[in-house]
């Protein structure tokens, strides 16, 4: 299994070999150098927590600094584990994007845009209330009744109504791999991935 840290740059297209436009999105994924083992014995799981995005080390505290000196490596600003690293890589090792090969299938994290407070037509797709031409002038975005009469006289939990949109953990599965340029530390990938420009992504192989 391979795994990395990277930054989403933004989408683009190209075209493949026999002539189809491919709309693909750039990822400037690594290098990530490995700043800590888990081990069954010590910490009862096995994972190598991994490391993107390097910082200055006045920028860094001492606690962290240490972590760091114990790992041999350069600070950075964003860690995370991954279990599918586990008795892969050993402490100190540098993951760059040519962990993957042009073909491989790939899952992408990331936080979603955050939206803010949305109501049910751009949050749910609702199709609005009533028609627009019989006097519905300030109904045709509204969510329309939530509840039932005497019984069971309460709204049930659940309901799609309003409320804050985005801002989640999304994951996109089975994406192929177009490009690997270790020259520029990029990736390209088929289709789209969540998160905005510049948000912290997890790429996994399945």
Same mark, same amino acid.
């Given at each position: 299994?391979?795994?990395?840290l990277?930054r989403?740059i933004?989408?683009?297209?190209?075209?493949t070999?026999?002539?189809a436009f491919?709309?693909?999105t750039?990822?400037?994924?690594?290098?990530?150098?490995?700043?800590?083992?888990?081990?069954?014995e010590?910490?009862?799981?096995?994972?190598?927590?991994?490391?993107?995005?390097?910082i200055?080390?006045?920028?860094?505290n001492k $606690? %962290?600094?240490?972590h760091?000196a114990k790992?041999n490596?350069a *600070?950075? /600003?964003?860690? @995370?584990?991954? =279990?599918?690293?586990?008795?892969?890589?050993?402490?100190?090792?540098?993951l760059?994007?040519?962990?993957?090969v042009?073909?491989?299938?790939v899952?992408v994290?990331?936080?979603?845009?955050?939206?803010?407070?949305?109501?049910?037509?751009k949050r749910?797709?609702?199709?609005?209330?009533?028609?627009?031409?019989h006097?519905?002038?300030?109904? $045709? %975005?509204a969510?329309?009744?939530i509840g039932?009469s005497?019984? *069971?006289? /309460?709204?049930? @939990?659940?309901? =799609?109504m309003a409320?804050?949109?985005?801002g989640?953990?999304?994951?996109?599965?089975?994406?192929?791999?177009?490009?690997?340029m270790?020259?520029?530390?990029?990736?390209?990938?088929?289709?789209s991935?969540?998160?905005?420009?510049?948000a912290?992504?997890e790429?996994v192989?399945?």
């Amino acid at each position: 299994m391979s795994a990395l840290l990277g930054r989403k740059i933004g989408m683009t297209s190209i075209f493949t070999e026999d002539g189809a436009f491919v709309p693909c999105t750039v990822i400037e994924a690594g290098p990530c150098p490995v700043t800590q083992v888990r081990t069954l014995e010590k910490d009862g799981y096995t994972a190598a927590q991994i490391g993107f995005g390097l910082i200055a080390e006045r920028k860094v505290n001492k $606690p %962290r600094a240490g972590h760091f000196a114990k790992a041999n490596t350069a *600070p950075v /600003r964003h860690l @995370k584990e991954f =279990r599918q690293l586990a008795n892969t890589v050993a402490l100190g090792d540098i993951l760059t994007v040519e962990t993957f090969v042009v073909g491989d299938k790939v899952k992408v994290s990331a936080t979603s845009k955050g939206r803010g407070f949305q109501g049910v037509v751009k949050r749910h797709h609702f199709g609005g209330v009533g028609m627009a031409t019989h006097g519905q002038s300030d109904r $045709p %975005r509204a969510p329309g009744s939530i509840g039932s009469s005497s019984f *069971p006289s /309460r709204v049930f @939990k659940g309901l =799609r109504m309003a409320g804050r949109m985005g801002g989640t953990r999304i994951t996109t599965r089975n994406l192929t791999v177009l490009r690997v340029m270790p020259e520029s530390n990029l990736l390209l990938v088929k289709g789209s991935i969540p998160g905005a420009p510049n948000a912290i992504i997890e790429i996994v192989k399945l």
